[in-house]
């Protein structure tokens, strides 16, 4: 079974960088899509961003365009989230999630099976 472990969250100030780390134990994620979600306190969770088991396809919540960048290392088993120029509303705790299924995962016609416990991003001065 897929166990999927989050890192790199913490407080950083408003313009700064976090790199996020989702690993991947018990399977292989390189069958796998995997998306990052956060949700803020009183807020609906949100996709902020998916990429395709191979790593050919992307695609990013218009609140983070430009600003922040999916990857996926198959040999390491991973998927990471370059945040760039956060802001105070990047604050949430961010999950990764994952389906063989890109449409659970990348679109709303379902939820990822596998999910990550969190890491929680405080962007703050």
């Known amino acids: 079974q897929l166990q999927l472990e989050e890192s790199g969250g913490g407080l950083v100030q408003p313009g700064g960088s976090l790199r996020l780390s989702c690993a991947a134990s018990g399977s292989t994620l390189e069958y796998y899509n995997v998306a990052w979600f956060r949700q803020a306190p009183g807020k609906e969770r949100e996709r902020v961003s998916c990429?395709?088991?191979?790593?050919?396809?992307?695609n990013y919540a218009d609140s983070v365009k430009g600003r922040f960048t999916i990857s996926r290392d198959n040999a390491k088993n991973s998927v990471y989230l370059q945040m760039n120029r956060l802001k105070p509303e990047d604050t949430a705790v961010y999950y990764c999630?994952?389906?063989?299924?890109?449409?659970?995962?990348?679109?709303?016609?379902?939820?990822?099976?596998?999910w990550g416990q969190g890491t929680p991003v405080t962007v703050s001065s």
């Open positions: 999630a994952a389906d063989t299924s890109s449409a659970y995962v990348c679109y709303d016609t379902g939820t990822p099976r596998y």
């Open positions: 990429i395709s088991s191979s790593g050919g396809m992307t």
